[in-house]
């Protein structure tokens, strides 16, 4: 028989689904599934596991934060994920969203460039049995040449523009979903390239995401 905490954190995040994603518009089942099985509490701090499956981002340390449940959810079913596309994540960060990736597409690749935060979300992917998850170390605003093309790419942390290089690594008929903007909030951005190659970029509303920093996003030292 599950202990009482776990049963409280199974109940929390069942009701996350109903309270914060349901009523908000989310509406694809495969997505809000995922929500309700992906254990989010393991993926925080053991001081924030309470507040885990609450309505707001938690630190993970090294100054990054996990989003908000609804930013996740949202992001993702932005995607329209049908269960075999190969994804390309920037910004691993805790790996929650990785791991929700991974419950509804084929393959995901990870990038992250704190080696603390993609070590633990490593460790954390592999001990849920994450076995079509590769996480790297690296720059993510050069994308992931090696695997490219992508039919879906997505990246949690706020770029000045959309990195050049991750068009070129998206396929067509793909989706690209990117927060863009300044330091303090950005909007949401979806990037979809048609099957002539031809982009459109449609936006989806405010948010507030950590820097991306690298080559193609904010320089490194200005902070
Ligand atoms: N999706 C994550 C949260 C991401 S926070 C989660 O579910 O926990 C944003 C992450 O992007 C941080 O971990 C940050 O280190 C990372 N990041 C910022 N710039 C990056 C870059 N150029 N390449 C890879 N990761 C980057």
Redesign the pocket.
């Known amino acids: 028989m599950k202990n009482k905490n776990a049963e409280r954190l199974d109940w929390a995040r069942k009701k996350m689904v109903d309270t914060q994603l349901i009523p908000r518009g989310l509406k694809d089942e495969r997505v809000l599934e995922a929500m309700r099985k992906v254990p989010r509490h393991l993926?925080v701090q053991e001081v924030h596991r309470s507040s885990a499956y609450e309505d707001y981002p938690l630190p993970?340390g090294?100054e990054?934060?996990?989003?908000q449940p609804y930013m996740?959810a949202l992001m993702t079913e932005a995607l329209k994920l049908s269960g075999k596309e190969t994804v390309l994540?920037?910004?691993?960060?805790?790996?929650?969203?990785?791991a929700?990736l991974a419950e509804l597409a084929g393959r995901v690749y990870s990038?992250?460039?704190?080696p603390a935060?993609a070590g633990r979300?490593r460790k954390t992917l592999d001990e849920l049995g994450h076995s079509n998850v590769l996480v790297r170390l690296?720059?993510?605003?050069?994308g992931w040449e090696e695997h490219a093309p992508y039919d879906r790419i997505m990246v949690?942390?706020g770029a000045p523009s959309v990195p050049e290089p991750l068009i070129d690594q998206l396929k067509d008929d793909g989706i690209l979903v990117i927060p863009v903007g300044g330091d303090l909030s950005q909007e949401l951005i979806r990037v979809t390239r048609d099957q002539k190659g031809k982009i459109r970029k449609e936006k989806m509303g405010g948010c507030v995401?950590?820097?991306?920093?690298?080559?193609?996003?904010?320089e490194v030292n200005n902070r």
């Open positions: 993926f993970i090294e990054q934060t996990i989003s996740v994540e920037i910004g691993t960060g805790s790996g929650y969203q990785t929700v990038v992250e460039r704190i935060l979300a690296s720059d993510g605003t050069m949690t942390a995401f950590v820097r991306l920093l690298g080559k193609h996003g904010w």
